[in-house]
């Protein structure tokens, strides 16, 4: 894989609770512009909270930009609104939602990138949406999920991906850029911060259709000791698969944790149509059951390492924006893997075969008829290959 850049430093922020406080001392300190980009902006008391330091920012003269997803923020909620614009806060939408009862192919091609650029110089990338992790009930566990915030030359990257969307969103929106709302150059040749090899990927429907998935099967097809992928969606491609079990008869271990407290029930039950398969090659999967998993990480080999927005399903590698960072580096993949460690210590249950045989024949129907559906209507958008189903 090309792409990677020297001289990083990425630093692991797990859930919510370590990754808004940094973002909001980021957005404190910025001087000159902050860049948010964001699939969920939820009015509830941690949006409001990121939304004020948005809104001050603003106030001291930062140029502020922020960029929702017309699905995930419905086109952004007016108390939101009447905090940030009134500050001088640019506000745009990405393919907004007007007419939710009509089904066309491009309403699926959503923003799902979490990314944040401050001056050019910080950055922050994960899985980590907007809102409160905990929905407003202060006794749960956050949300289970990563980001990271990081610094040297790889943030130009970043400030590149999006400067070039905000200048997307506003010329298909107004027809224009507005002479009013310049979009400074992406910083070039920032000075290295860390020894740390880091490579920033995107997906879109243009250059980069397939540049997260290709790097995981890279990753995958050298590794030799270890495979541990957190994913909140895994419903992997035939190529996908194919790849783990090829690990598998190279002896690789491989462990997959997965949700296990379902956000949407459909999608459990067709990711669940897996499992016979994987746990008959020796493939380990654990259900995280704490609270939600929302995670899109992977550590492999102790080596390499990725931290993003995009989940192993079609959606995510065939339809959606997407942002990972990948890591080469033993310090941070230790860290990240420590951290899944943890996770699946203290709230994984791993399914057997035994599970699977015990599992009742309506609930196997469910996951059958949930896959089958899946399939076919990812078939119907048009966008996949065979392999993808």
Known sequence: ??????????????????????????????????????????????GRRVATAL??????????????????????????????????????????????????????????????????????????NVLDDRDGRGDRAPRFDYAVRVTGPVVADMHRAVRRLWMLVRWTSLGRIRRSDPVPAPAENLAESGGQRVAFLTRDNLRNRRSIEEAYLLAIGQARKEIFIACAYFLPSRGFREALREARRRGVRVRLLLQGVPEYLFVRYAMRAFYRDFVRDGIE????????????????????????????????????????VVVEDPAFARELRSSLERALHAGGLRVSEGDLVRTPWLERAKSWFALRLGRAFVGLTGYARREDL
């Open 1 to 46: 894989m090309t792409g990677f850049l020297e001289g990083n430093r990425v630093e692991l922020l797990e859930t919510g609770d370590a990754y808004f406080p940094a973002l909001e001392r980021a957005i404190a300190a910025a001087r000159r512009e902050v860049h948010l980009e964001t699939y969920i902006f939820a009015d509830d008391p941690t």
């Open 285 to 324: 999967v654990h259900e995280y059951l704490t609270t939600f998993l929302h995670a899109k990480v992977a550590v492999i080999d102790g080596l390499w390492a990725t931290v993003g927005s995009s989940n192993i399903d079609p959606f995510s590698l065939m339809l959606s924006r997407e942002a990972n």
């Open 55 to 128: 809104a001050a920012a603003a106030r001291r003269g930062v140029v502020v930009r922020v960029l929702v997803d017309g699905f995930g923020a419905v086109n952004l909620l007016p108390p939101l609104r009447a905090m940030l614009e009134p500050a001088g806060v640019r506000v745009a939408v990405f393919r907004p939602e007007r007419a939710r009862f009509r089904l066309r192919r491009h309403r699926l091609r959503r923003m799902h990138r979490k990314l944040v650029v401050i001056d050019g110089s910080v950055g922050f990338c994960g899985g980590i």
